[in-house]
């Protein structure tokens, strides 16, 4: 059993040997130790291992072959040292290097990577280097000039784990590490980002090792590689090409389509579009139809083509069974209000109101719902949603306080000024954001208009000062703050308040910098 290396059943039988009461007064009997601590070894039983290798070394002693007695000591140190027993493993490989037996290199090397276990790296490289120069010839130098430039690799050296890792390449053309040198070049070129030069370092270990297991993790960086950069069908291309990754229809599919998914979810929306067109065409009835026309409609209506947006969204809407149906109402209603095309973010708004699964997107639905009737005129239905959301649970305070902007804005256009104010101070006080910026603007507005105009200039500075950032509600404060010390008489206080809106307000393609010159040319002629 152990010769067709069925381990497992080897020890049994060794086992079942030594039990027998004749075992003893056979010439076979240690050997019967010997035979089961290596099929103990080889099947990783290695507690097992070092105890019959040490019985087996007890019983011959000096009488032993050199060869054999050697092996064994070097058997135990690696029975030991897998056992994680570094100070009685490093006991048998001392023995080996003491005694300068034929296998001391080997020794000295399993020192140098005990050393490394237990966190010493510079013991480690020197013993190490101490193998290259003291057994250039080794079997074992190959292991040693990887294990060098690799422990560099660990430690974060990464220059000087490649210029060794190379070295050891050229030098050992043909060692079993070779493979494994390049896949770790190939992962210090990605870790710095050099995806060009990763991906032809891993696709050279594919080409040249493909029966390897380094081959195997390669294609998978390959992989990660052209997702990344959101090129699929070249990964595809590449792959079938190869023996290592044979990919079935329903692989392609996927992988073309985890493309567009990685980039989308890093809101590379342009990208996405593209992988998503690529995903078609090459797949015209692609199992992820319904999630890519998503991905594609969003992405399109992030990169301002809403048109394009609707025409997956809607393909969506058309089937209420998607699981996307509900995310694409939230997308489709956010365009229509985006175009100010109120009558139409309605209809879907409403499908959300009634349809919603998330307390959110409900809130969401009613809080723009209460917008589109106010833009529209239709202060009942609009009065009817803002009391929905002052009622409502599961409403934000910010959804809330612009409920009661709302109504204030309501009050206003009717010329209830008490009401108006009741409804714009709760949002202020509700709201630290736009909504609660716009109410104490609106508040300061009330005030001027109403001759109270140190009572206008401490609201405006309450906004200017505000640990939010509201630039456009900021600089109509500032607006304010000039007409009310206009209205003081502090002319020059006023110009010069103009004056910094028009040299520093950035945003130029609203109302505030035509506002503010108009004011100035008037407070000029005056």
């Known amino acids: 059993m152990y010769e067709v290396r069925k381990y497992g059943e080897a020890v049994e039988n060794f086992s079942r040997f030594l039990r027998l ?29 070092a105890d019959y290798f040490e019985r087996f070394l007890a019983v011959e002693g000096s009488s032993l072959d050199e060869k054999i007695r ?13 056992m994680r027993n570094y100070d009685r493993a490093n006991q048998y ?9 034929s296998n001391q290199d080997y020794a000295l090397f399993q020192r140098g990577v005990i050393f490394g276990l237990q966190g010493d790296h510079q013991t480690k490289l020197k013993i190490l280097q101490s193998v290259l120069k003291q057994f250039p010839s080794s079997n074992y130098a190959d292991d040693a ?65 493909s029966k390897t297991n380094e081959a195997q993790q390669a294609m998978r960086f390959i992989e990660n590689i052209y997702l990344d950069q959101g090129d699929a069908t070249s990964y595809i291309h590449y792959a079938i090409g190869t023996n290592v990754g044979n990919l079935s229809p329903t692989e392609q599919d996927n992988m073309a389509f985890q493309a567009a998914q990685s980039l989308f979810a890093k809101q590379q929306y342009a990208a996405s579009v593209e992988a998503i067109n690529a995903y078609f065409d090459k797949f015209p009835k692609p199992k992820q139809e319904k999630y890519a026309r998503y991905i594609r409609g969003v992405s399109s209506y992030r990169t301002g083509h809403p048109k394009e947006a609707l025409h997956d969204l809607n393909i969506i809407l058309n089937d209420w069974t998607s699981k996307y149906t509900e995310n694409t109402l939230l997308t489709v209603a956010a365009l229509y209000l985006d175009l100010k095309e109120y009558n139409e973010a309605i209809v879907h708004l409403k499908k959300l109101e009634l349809n919603s699964e998330y307390k ?16 529209l005129g239709d202060m009942e239905q609009m009065a009817k949603y803002a009391k929905l959301i002052k009622d409502y649970d599961g409403a934000s305070q910010e959804e809330i306080a612009r409920a009661h902007l709302y109504s204030g804005r309501v009050y206003l256009q009717q010329k209830n000024i008490v009401s108006a104010l009741k409804e714009l101070n709760l949002a202020a006080l509700k709201s630290q954001k736009a909504v609660g910026a716009e109410a104490r603007y609106r508040v300061g507005q009330l005030q001027y208009d109403n001759k109270e105009y140190d009572k206008a200039i401490e609201t405006a500075f309450e906004v200017i000062n505000s640990k939010e950032e509201n630039t456009y509600w900021e600089a109509k404060s500032f607006l304010l703050l000039a007409d009310s010390y206009a209205r003081k008489g502090n002319a020059l206080q006023a110009k010069s308040t103009l ?19 108009e004011r100035l040319q008037k407070l000029n002629k005056k």
């Open 70 to 82: 050697h092996d064994v000591i070097a058997r135990l140190g690696d029975s030991y040292l897998s």
């Open 499 to 517: 004056e910094s809106v028009i040299e520093n307000y950035e945003e130029k393609d609203d109302d505030i910098i035509p506002s503010a010159k």
């Open 21 to 49: 009461p004749v075992a003893k007064n056979t010439d076979v009997y240690n050997y019967a130790n010997y035979g089961l601590a290596y099929a103990a070894f080889r099947n990783n039983s290695f507690r097992m291992s």
């Open 360 to 375: 959110k997107n409900y809130g969401y639905a009613i809080s723009n719902l209460m917008i589109c009737y106010f833009e």
């Open 145 to 209: 000039a990887f294990e060098i430039p690799y422990t560099y690799f660990t430690t974060g050296d990464y220059d000087r784990a490649i210029d060794g890792l190379q070295r050891m390449i050229e030098k050992y053309p043909r060692s079993s590490y070779v493979p494994r040198a390049l896949m770790t070049i190939g992962l210090v070129q990605y870790n710095k980002d050099e995806s060009e030069a990763a991906k032809a370092t891993f696709k050279s270990v594919v080409e040249k090792y």
């Open 93 to 101: 490989y001392d023995q080996l290097i003491n005694s300068k037996t």
